[in-house]
């Protein structure tokens, strides 16, 4: 009886060793079958370069990936997500028309990747908090509710700002501006040209533009002040300088550029300052590939240049635009997903992307940059200020939007519809329901 009393126990003791990896190497738990559904926006950067980390992960860790890609990947996703079919993870940014990302902040389904953060990244010995850049995952372009835990994972980074033809400012002469006077006064010399001072691909672009003015106005305090519907913060006198530049501006701007400012006309606005109808565009470093095949129709009458947003009481100020990838709260592989976000910031899919154009916010990942790519990510060198973060969450409020009540309207007052005055009262009444709404 003895006998079999201590071979039992021993028994134990070796599926014990076995169970907890004793006894020999560490050797990963095997996965089985499990497929994850990866859904991304297709970008400028294609839809390969997706395919290729979804393999990358595949073998490093032997979970299997559904991937899907569109370029209007809401309409994709919306129809299943509101039968109760998510995606395991989601790649698609804050500030898109249709607001899909938004949605799911308002209604908390969004699942909390702080702990993702700090896991080791799959077929390595860092962590993803070892490896973003410092400052990435304090916003709240990933921390939505202020309350200290990360919901988006911050993925490709773009410095935003202001291109321009670099060749038709040194045929001209012309110094670019770093404060407002000085952009006032190039204006005034363009339009003598027949050249306007500015025009925008869409609206929508001026989310970046407005939040660095904000931090060339008045600091980050200011740009906080406005973000969370602070009140009084547009009546102040940053406020109003904010408002005066916005309305001056819109005269500025060239006359076609509202009604091209649309998904299906938006590269004709784009084509102006690499022509020389107008000066500067708000945008990001990804616009060199969207419009590198009209650029090799210019020859030697073009080169990118881009600057900061001009000082107006603070200095130039380059708004950093980070995109998001996230897991629904209701994703069915939790686990797996949060390997698959940890994954996306490992050194090999660091590669896949950055040889697609697209750099992830990792410590020293420009050192290898040249030519272009260079001068955008070196922005932050020749004495701009940076800018991270956007407007803070708030319940659903039926017929109200950051979109439509802070950038949209810009068409309106460029083509006159709409004067400063109204779009004032616009974006203070709506920023008091805002406030009454705020989330965390």
């Known amino acids: 009886m003895k006998k079999i009393i201590a071979l039992a126990l021993a028994l134990v ?44 992960f595949e073998t490093e860790t032997g979970i299997k990936v559904e991937l899907t890609t569109d370029k209007n990947l809401e309409d994709v996703l919306s129809g299943p997500m509101q039968n109760g079919e998510y995606p395991d993870v989601v790649h698609l940014a804050l500030g898109r028309p249709a607001g899909l990302t938004e949605q799911l902040i308002k209604a908390n389904q969004l699942h909390d990747l702080t702990n993702m953060l700090a896991t080791t990244i799959p077929g390595e010995s860092t962590t993803p908090a070892e490896k973003i850049i410092p400052g990435f995952t304090a916003t709240s372009a990933t921390n939505p509710y202020g309350d200290g835990k990360t919901y988006m994972a911050p993925m490709f980074y773009s410095p935003c700002g202001l291109f321009y033809n670099a060749k038709l400012f040194e045929s001209k002469g012309w110094a670019v501006p770093t404060t407002w006077d000085e952009m006032w006064a190039l204006g005034d010399l363009a339009a003598a040209e027949g050249i306007a001072l500015f025009t925008y691909p869409t609206a929508g672009y001026y989310d970046a533009f407005m939040y660095a003015l904000m931090n060339a106005i008045g600091g980050p305090e200011f740009f906080n002040a406005i973000t969370n519907y602070e009140e009084g913060a547009w009546d102040s006198e940053n406020g109003q300088t904010l408002l005066s530049i916005l309305d001056k501006l819109a005269t500025y701007t060239h006359k076609d550029t509202p009604a091209q400012a649309n998904n299906q006309d938006f590269t004709k606005n784009q084509q102006m300052p690499m022509d020389g109808r107008a000066l500067f565009m708000p945008n990001g470093t990804w616009i060199t590939g969207e419009m590198a ?80 790519q260079k001068m955008f990510y070196s922005i932050y060198d020749n004495g701009a200020t940076s800018a991270l973060g956007g407007f803070a969450a708030f319940a659903e409020i039926p017929g109200v939007d950051t979109s439509n009540t802070f950038f949209a309207p810009i068409d309106s007052l460029v083509s006159g519809t709409m004067t400063i005055a109204e779009y004032a009262d616009l974006v203070k009444t709506n920023s008091a329901l805002m406030r009454e709404n705020l989330l965390g």
Do not use: R
């Open 13 to 56: 003791m070796a599926l014990s060793l076995v169970a907890c990896g004793g006894g020999g190497e560490e050797t990963k738990a095997p996965e089985g079958d499990k497929t994850i559904k990866v859904a991304a926006i297709e970008t400028a950067y294609g839809s390969q370069v997706w395919a290729d980390v979804a393999a990358a």
């Open 293 to 372: 095949d009209y650029a090799a129709t210019l020859g030697d009458t073009f080169a990118w240049g881009m600057t900061a947003v001009p000082g107006a009481g603070n200095a130039p100020c380059s708004f950093c635009w980070i995109e998001q990838a996230w897991i629904p709260a209701q994703a069915e592989h939790i686990a797996e997903a949060e390997q698959f976000v940890a994954f996306l910031y490992s050194d090999k899919a660091a590669e896949i992307f950055a040889a697609a154009g697209a750099a992830q916010p990792i410590t020293g990942i420009a050192d290898g940059m040249e030519g272009e």
